[in-house]
């Protein structure tokens, strides 16, 4: 069983930048996809950024040259980087991960973050 472990948001004013942290239990970032997903209060969870195994990213248009998404294999982690963060980007962000291996999709519990004008 996978264990994802997000790090803790916090709230950044407008403008700001935070780095989330993902860490995965086990040897297994390098053989799957991993993704940032966020949900909003009172919305449905979307898409944020993901990160291949060979390092090929993508991410929603509305993150898209404010985050930035990056995966340190040797340390099973992954990162987001957000900068410019507008009070839109409050939300629970989660860690998604798909294990290339068996197709087992894992979530992490979440982080709140909150952006204040």
């Known amino acids: 069983q996978v264990q994802l472990v997000e790090s803790e948001g916090g709230l950044v004013q407008h403008g700001g930048s935070l780095r989330l942290s993902c860490a995965a239990s086990?040897?297994?970032?390098?053989?799957?996809?991993i993704a940032w997903y966020r949900q909003a209060p009172g919305k449905q969870r979307e898409f944020v950024a993901s990160?291949?195994?060979?390092?090929?990213?993508n991410y929603a248009d509305v993150v898209k040259g404010r985050f930035t998404i990056s995966r340190e294999n040797a340390k099973n982690t992954v990162y987001l980087q957000t900068d410019s963060l507008k009070p839109e980007d409050t939300a629970v962000y989660y860690c998604?991960?798909?294990?290339?291996?068996?197709?087992?999709?894992?979530w992490g519990k979440g982080t709140l973050v909150t952006v204040f004008s």
């Open positions: 086990g040897s297994i970032v390098s053989r799957s996809a």
């Open positions: 990160i291949t195994s060979t390092g090929s990213t």
């Open positions: 998604h991960l798909l294990n290339y291996r068996d197709g087992m999709n894992y």
